[in-house]
């Protein structure tokens, strides 16, 4: 499996070329960009400038961008409502997928694979109508993403809308075959459990977020701090045909350790093969 390293692991901070040289220091190939304006401003032309220069003289590739959730710096702190498709508000609709266009541009300046994107939030719940927005959106968006060389992956979140099944529906409905599937495998652990979400996405799924939980709360430990079935779990992953993309999605506060972040980066991708 390629390795991916999501710069969830840096949310905190700006996005620079000296966190990207710390990752290239690991087994890493290649990142994940985590799309926060506060740590990654896609709207910014000198912020994409800066980042292009690095990656086209480096071996380190962009393999994915991760949809943005909320559009200002703050995540949301100051009121500001979430980038949610699937709104009852029309509007509300229109103004996410705007923003998620603009996110999507950035591949004009750093070339990614794959957008990584949320259906909904939490609370959202499934009707014939969820179906329909979500559809919307997909077509949409896809229509955009495809002449930026972009594939979107929809993931499995802990909302009605997302279920593995639920997923699966929505893209069956919508004959969304160019859709792929990012399987979180956090999220998964705390609802239907990894295997039966394997089962369910099968062949769909792309890449998969790989962190460890108690399967209470999203902790995004690193593997093996958690309760998921490492080993059953790798066994399943490498019998999907082709191989899904690994993407390590931590979550760390950089301190005196982060010297240390490539070899346990490394340990990470050892243990999920």
């Not at 045909?241 to 979550?251: G, M, R």
Request: proline share 5%.
């Amino acid at each position: 499996m390629l390795r991916v390293l999501s710069t969830h692991l840096f949310l905190n901070q700006r996005l620079h070329p000296g966190l990207l040289e710390l990752v290239s220091r690991s087994r890493a190939e290649a990142v994940e960009i985590f799309a926060a304006r506060q740590h990654f401003d896609y709207t910014s032309r000198e912020h994409l400038r800066e980042l292009a220069t690095w990656f086209k003289s480096n071996p380190l590739e962009a393999f994915s961008m991760h949809a943005p959730l909320f559009a200002d710096r703050e995540m949301s702190r100051g009121g500001e409502p979430g980038i949610n498709v699937l709104d009852p508000e029309k509007s509300r609709r229109i103004d996410a997928m705007d923003e998620l266009k603009r996110a999507l541009e950035a591949a004009d300046f750093i070339p990614f694979r794959n957008l990584v994107l949320h259906l909904g939030e939490r609370m959202d719940g499934w009707s014939p109508r969820t179906i329909e927005y979500a559809i919307t959106a997909l077509e949409h968006l896809g229509a955009f993403a495809r002449p930026l060389g972009v594939r979107l992956l929809v993931e499995n979140l802990m909302s009605e809308p997302t279920t593995p099944e639920h997923l699966v529906e929505i893209l069956h409905t919508g004959h969304l075959n160019q859709v792929g599937v990012c399987l979180d495998l956090g999220h998964a652990h705390i609802t239907v459990g990894v295997a039966e979400a394997l089962g369910t996405l099968g062949n769909r799924i792309a890449s998969v977020h790989v962190h460890d939980n108690h399967g209470v709360k999203d902790e995004h430990l690193w593997p093996g701090d958690g309760t998921i079935d490492w080993p059953a779990t790798v066994e399943a992953l490498k019998a999907l045909d082709p191989a899904p993309t690994a993407v390590l999605e931590l979550s760390q506060t950089l301190g005196a350790d982060a010297a240390n972040l490539p070899a346990r980066i490394d340990k990470a991708f050892e243990l999920i093969g």
